[in-house]
C-alpha cells in the first residue's frame, strides 16, 4: 500500500510556524476561562481553610452559616456522600478534613450561596473548635526518630535511591557542598475555577480548567459516590497550569454542592486562595559530593536529596523519583548512589511544577560541576563538555540514552553564542535595582554562568500511558473537513495548533477543527512531563494514518487520485486510535534498569550585572541550545523555551512561597514576584533538531527543559559576579550583601540515608 | 448610575466596594477583562477610563459614574481584528492569553501614545501587566510588529 502524501500543497504544516487556533479568540477576549463560566440560577462556591498547620478538630458549628441569607449549602466532613480520599498517587487526602488539619489552608467546609459575597459571609460565620498540635515543618526533622507521625504509614511518602557502579570508590579531587531549594508557585495567571451542573439521572457535569480530565475523573466519581459514567468532564478554558492543575482543587467541592442544591455551582479561587489551594514545587535540602580525576573525568557523584512533600502526597514519589534519576544530571557517571527520600511536613502540600524533581536537583549538581572546574582549575564549559553524555552513554540508572544526546553539541553551540555588546550601562533601567535608580554602575559587576540539564519526556516506571485520539474525515458545503477528538488539555503550550498540523500534514485538508476535550473519548494522559506533542500528538498522527488508508483504498476501488478528496468523501471515514509508548521497567531497589522513556536536554548560559552594594541583580541576556528532536512549530517551540527561562530566572532571583510554621507569608503578586517585562532579558535561542525514532516527526517535548537549567545558569553568573557561594535559590539580595553561606542546620554524610541525619 | 462603555450608554447599580472589574465582568456582560490578582499588580483587567489606562480592579465602580470606558471588547470591529490584535496573534504573544486582553489594551494605550517607542519604552510601559507563559519575547515583538502596522505602512 502506498502511503505518500496527497499531493494538494496545503498551509500550516509540521514545520511551519502557524498561527494558534485560538489566537483570534483570546485576542479578542471573547475566549471563555473557566472563571467566566455562567449559568442561569448558578449558586457561588466557596470554602472555609484550616488557620492552623496542625490541629485536632473539637467540633464545628455550621447552624449560623446555614441560617443566612442567600446560603444554600453548608457541607463539612460529617456530611459527605463518602468517606473515600483522593489523591494523584497516593489516595490519602480527605475531601474535607475530619478529626485533624494537616496545614494552613485545608478545606474544612463548603457553602454555596446566591452570591459569591454572600457565600463569603457564610464561610465566616462558621465556627470550628481547634485544638492546635506542634507542627513539624522541617523535612529532615520529620524523618528522623521520634518524630511525630503526620500519616498512619509515617512521614516517608516515598523513597528511591540509585546505586550504580561502585559508589564508594575514590577519587583524585573530591568536592562538597549543601544546596536548598525553596518552595516555588506556579502562578498560572488564571485562577482555579470550575462549574458543576447536576443532571437529571442524579449525576453532574464538571466543567473545569485541568490538566487531566480521566484523573480528575479517577478521584472525583468515588467521593461524589457515583460511578464514573455519571460524572462526565469537560475542558474549561485553562489560564495556565505548569503542573498546578494536576491535582484535584476544586473539582471534587463544586460537585458537591451541585448535587446537594440540585443548581449549577461555580467554585472561583481569588489569588490569596489559589495559593493555599493547589500544590507547589518540592521544597528541597540536598547533600552533593562529586568525585573526579585530575584530568577532570567524573568519577563518583553521591547525594542525599530531601524533598519536601508537605501534608499529602500529590505526585511526590514521581517527583523524587526524577530528582534522583537525575540526580547526576547529563554526564558519564560511573560511580554513583543517590538516596532521594520525600517527606511528610505540615506545610502545604507540594506537587507537579515544570521540570518536576528535575530542577532541584539540577541547581546543585550544576552547583558542583563549577565547583569541580574551580578546584581543578579547568574551564567549567570544557568541563561539561568532557564529561558530556554521547549517544548510547547510560544514566546513573544504567539505561542508555536512545535517539539523541547531542549535550557536547548544546553546550558548545551555546557557549559559542554571541555574548550581549560589553560597555557601561548609562541608563539606569538597565542596571540593577532599574527604576528604583540605586546606583549608576560603581558597584555593578558582571558575571557569566553556564548549565546543562535533563529529564525524561512522558510518563515513567511502567507506567501505563497511553493517549486517545479520534479523527473524522468528512465533507461539507464548503468542501473536506478534518474533526479531531481528544480529551487533552490545552493549557496554554499550543497542543491545538499541533494537532491541526499534523492532520493538515498527514491528510492535506487545511480545514481542521478541534471539538472540545472531554470524558467522553479516552484519556489522553496529562498535560505534563512535556509529553502531549509526543504521545496525543502520535494518537493523531495514528488516527490519520489510519484514515488515509481507507482514503486509499477507496480511491483504488473508484479509480480516482487519492487527493481528490471530495469524490472520495461521500461517506465520512471515522477513526478512534489509543497510542502508546514503548514499555518502561518499574523501579528496582537499586534503579537500574531502563525506567524512561526517553530524553530531553538543554544548555543556558546567563550574563547577570549584579550590585554588590544593594545585592540587586540584572540579568542582562540568556542563551540557550535546545535539543528538540524537531520543531513542529517553530514559533512556538520559541515561545515554550523563553517561557520557561523565565519561570527558571524567577526562581533563580525571585520567587519564593516564603513559610514561616507552615503559614504562607506572601500569597499574593504583590509579595510574591513574578519576572516582569524589565527582568527579563533578551534570549538567544538555539534549536537543535536531531529527530527521535520513535515521536512524531521525531519531536521530543520542549515545555520542561528550559526551566530545569536557566536557574542554575543564572546563579552562576551571579557568583562569577560576586564571588559569592549562593547555594540557595532564589538568591536574595541579602546573600549577596552580607555573604553568609547557606547552612542546612544538617549533617548528612552525601549518599546516606538521611534518617541518620544529625542536627549541626 | 448611568456610564459610557465600549460607545454605548449603561444604566448600573453597584454595591458601595465593588470594583470596576467585577461590575464589568459580573454586571455588563463584558468578561473579556481578566481578573488574575486583584491587586494591581498583573495588569489582566487593563481598561481605558477616559482614554487613561487603569487597572480596573483598582477602580471602585461607583467612581465611574458619567465616564468613558473602553475594555478589549471595543477593539476589534465587524471589518476585523485592530492591529495591536493581529500582531500578538502571528507573532506567538499568545499562548493561555489570560494576559492577553490586558496586555492588548496596554499596548493599544502605549501606542496611542507613543507610536514608535523602543524595546526599552516598551519594556517599562507594560511592565505592570504579568504574562506566566511566554517569557515576553514574542509580546515585544508583537508591539513593535503593532506599531509598524499603525503607522509606518
Ligand atoms: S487583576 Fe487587576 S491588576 Fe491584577
Ligand atoms: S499567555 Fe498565559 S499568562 Fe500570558
Known amino acids: 500500500m502506498s502511503t505518500s502524501a496527497p499531493r494538494v500543497r496545503v498551509r500550516g504544516v509540521v514545520g511551519e510556524s502557524v498561527e494558534r487556533p485560538d489566537a483570534v479568540p483570546k485576542v479578542k477576549g471573547e475566549f471563555e476561562y473557566a ?44 456530611e459527605l456522600p463518602t468517606r473515600e480520599r483522593f489523591g494523584l498517587m497516593k489516595l490519602d487526602q480527605p475531601v474535607l478534613a475530619t478529626e485533624r488539619v494537616r496545614y494552613v489552608g485545608e478545606p474544612v467546609a463548603i457553602v454555596a450561596a446566591d452570591s459569591a459575597e454572600e457565600a463569603r459571609l457564610a464561610v465566616r460565620a462558621i465556627t470550628v473548635r481547634y485544638e492546635p498540635l506542634a507542627a513539624i515543618t522541617d523535612p529532615v526533622a520529620a524523618l528522623q526518630q521520634g518524630a511525630e507521625q503526620l500519616h498512619r504509614s509515617g512521614n516517608v511518602i516515598d523513597e528511591v535511591i540509585v546505586v550504580h557502579g561502585d559508589p564508594d570508590t575514590r577519587a583524585d579531587v573530591v568536592v562538597e557542598g549543601e544546596y536548598e531549594v525553596a518552595m516555588q508557585d506556579q502562578a498560572a495567571l488564571g ?90 514545587r518540592h521544597p528541597a535540602k540536598l547533600f552533593y559530593a562529586h568525585g573526579a580525576t585530575k584530568r577532570g573525568e567524573l568519577v563518583f557523584v553521591r547525594a542525599t536529596i530531601v524533598l519536601d512533600g508537605g501534608a499529602y502526597a500529590s505526585s511526590s514519589p514521581a517527583v523524587i523519583a526524577n530528582a534522583a534519576c537525575f540526580g547526576a544530571g547529563p554526564y558519564r ?92 550601562e548609562t541608563d539606569p533601567i538597565a542596571l540593577p535595582g532599574g527604576a528604583g535608580n540605586l546606583t549608576h554602575g560603581e558597584g555593578v559587576r558582571r558575571g557569566v554562568g553556564f548549565a546543562v540539564g535533563m529529564k525524561n519526556v512522558c510518563y515513567s516506571h511502567g507506567f501505563d500511558d497511553f493517549a486517545t485520539a479520534r479523527v473524522r474525515l468528512m465533507r461539507d458545503e464548503r468542501g473536506p473537513l ?5 480529551a487533552a488539555a490545552e493549557v496554554g503550550q499550543g497542543l491545538v495548533t499541533v494537532c491541526v498540523q499534523i492532520v493538515r500534514t498527514e491528510l492535506g485538508v487545511e480545514r481542521v477543527e478541534l471539538d472540545p476535550p472531554d470524558t467522553t473519548i479516552g484519556s489522553a494522559g496529562s498535560s505534563s512531563a512535556s ?97 528538540v528532536g524537531k520543531a513542529i512549530n517553530p514559533l512556538a517551540v520559541v515561545g515554550q523555551i523563553e517561557g520557561g527561562i523565565a519561570q527558571g530566572l524567577g526562581l533563580a532571583v525571585m520567587e519564593e512561597v516564603i513559610l514561616k510554621d507552615g503559614h504562607v507569608r506572601n500569597a499574593s503578586f504583590t509579595d510574591y514576584l513574578l519576572p516582569t517585562t524589565l527582568d527579563m532579558p533578551p534570549v538567544v535561542t538555539l534549536l537543535i533538531e536531531h529527530p527521535h525514532p520513535d515521536a512524531p516527526y521525531g519531536a521530543k517535548g520542549v515545555g520542561e527543559p528550559p526551566t530545569i537549567s536557566s536557574t542554575p545558569a543564572i546563579v552562576a553568573a551571579i557568583r562569577a559576579a560576586t564571588g559569592r557561594t549562593l547555594h540557595r535559590v532564589p538568591v536574595r539580595p541579602d546573600d549577596i550583601v552580607f555573604d553568609e553561606p547557606y547552612r542546612s542546620g544538617w549533617r548528612i554524610t552525601p549518599g546516606d540515608d538521611p534518617r541518620r541525619a544529625v542536627r549541626a | 448610575m448611568k456610564l459610557n ?59 465611574v459614574a458619567g465616564r468613558d470606558v473602553r475594555t478589549v471588547e471595543a477593539l476589534s470591529d465587524d471589518e476585523g481584528l485592530h492591529p495591536v490584535q493581529r500582531a500578538f496573534a502571528e507573532t506567538g504573544a499568545v499562548q493561555c492569553g489570560f494576559c492577553t486582553p490586558g496586555l492588548v489594551v496596554a499596548t493599544y494605550a502605549l501606542l496611542t501614545e507613543n507610536p514608535e517607542p523602543s524595546d526599552r519604552e516598551v519594556r517599562e510601559a507594560l511592565s505592570g501587566n504579568i504574562c506566566r507563559c511566554t517569557g515576553y519575547g514574542r509580546i515585544l515583538e508583537a508591539v513593535q510588529r503593532a506599531s509598524a502596522a499603525m503607522y509606518r505602512r
Not at chain 1, 455562567?38 to 462556591?45: A, N, S
Not at chain 1, 498547620?53 to 466532613?77: D, F, L, P, Q, Y
Open chain 1, 35 to 78: 472563571s467566566d463560566l455562567r449559568r442561569d440560577g448558578m449558586l457561588f462556591g466557596a470554602t472555609l481553610r484550616s488557620p492552623h498547620a496542625h490541629a485536632r478538630i473539637a467540633g464545628i458549628e455550621t447552624s449560623a452559616a446555614k441560617r443566612m441569607s442567600g446560603v444554600r449549602a453548608v457541607i463539612t466532613s460529617g
Open chain 1, 191 to 280: 485562577p482555579e475555577a470550575g462549574l458543576a451542573i447536576p443532571r437529571r439521572d442524579g449525576g453532574v457535569d464538571l466543567h473545569v480548567a485541568t490538566q487531566w480530565l480521566h484523573e480528575d475523573l479517577r478521584q472525583i466519581a468515588p467521593c461524589l459516590g457515583l460511578p464514573e459514567s455519571k460524572v462526565r468532564l469537560v475542558l474549561a478554558g485553562v489560564g495556565g497550569a505548569f503542573g498546578a492543575r494536576e491535582d484535584v482543587t476544586l473539582q471534587i467541592h463544586t460537585c458537591l454542592l451541585a448535587l446537594a442544591t440540585r443548581r449549577p455551582v461555580r467554585m472561583t479561587y481569588g489569588r490569596e486562595e489559589s495559593f493555599y489551594g493547589h500544590v507547589h
Open chain 1, 333 to 424: 557517571v560511573p560511580n554513583a548512589r543517590i538516596h532521594a527520600v520525600g517527606a511528610y511536613t505540615n506545610n502545604p502540600p507540594a506537587g507537579a511544577m515544570r521540570g518536576f524533581g528535575a530542577v532541584q536537583s539540577c541547581f546543585a549538581y550544576e552547583g558542583q560541576m563549577d565547583a569541580l572546574a574551580a578546584k581543578l582549575g579547568i574551564d567549567p564549559v570544557e568541563l561539561r563538555e568532557r564529561n558530556a553524555l554521547r549517544n548510547g552513554d547510560p544514566i546513573i540508572t544504567s539505561q542508555p540514552v536512545e535517539g539523541s544526546a547531542p549535550v557536547a553539541e548544546i553546550v558548545r553551540r551555546c557557549a559559542d553564542a554571541p555574548l550581549p555588546p560589553r560597555g557601561p
Open chain 1, 482 to 486: 478534518a474533526r479531531v477528538h481528544t
Open chain 1, 531 to 627: 509529553r502531549q506533542t509526543w504521545m496525543t500528538g502520535g494518537a493523531v498522527l495514528a488516527a490519520c494514518r489510519e484514515v488515509k488508508a481507507v482514503l486509499l483504498s477507496r480511491a483504488r476501488a473508484t479509480g480516482r487520485p487519492p487527493d481528490d478528496l471530495a469524490a472520495l468523501l461521500d461517506e465520512p471515514i471515522d477513526k478512534t486510535v489509543s497510542h502508546r509508548h514503548r514499555d518502561t521497567e518499574p523501579r528496582d531497589a537499586a534503579t537500574q534498569n531502563a525506567g524512561h522513556v526517553a530524553f530531553l536536554f538543554a544548555a543556558h548560559r546567563a550574563v547577570a550585572d549584579v550590585d554588590i552594594e544593594t545585592g540587586l541583580i540584572k540579568v542582562v541576556q540568556i542563551a540557550t541550545a535546545q535539543d
Open chain 2, 5 to 63: 462603555v465600549n460607545g454605548s450608554e449603561r444604566d448600573l447599580e453597584v454595591d458601595d466596594h465593588e470594583s470596576l472589574l467585577t461590575a464589568l465582568r459580573e454586571r455588563l456582560g463584558l468578561p473579556g477583562s481578566k481578573n488574575a490578582c486583584e491587586q494591581g499588580e498583573c495588569g489582566s483587567c487593563s481598561v481605558l477610563l477616559d482614554g487613561a489606562l487603569v487597572c480596573s480592579c483598582l477602580v471602585l465602580a461607583g467612581a
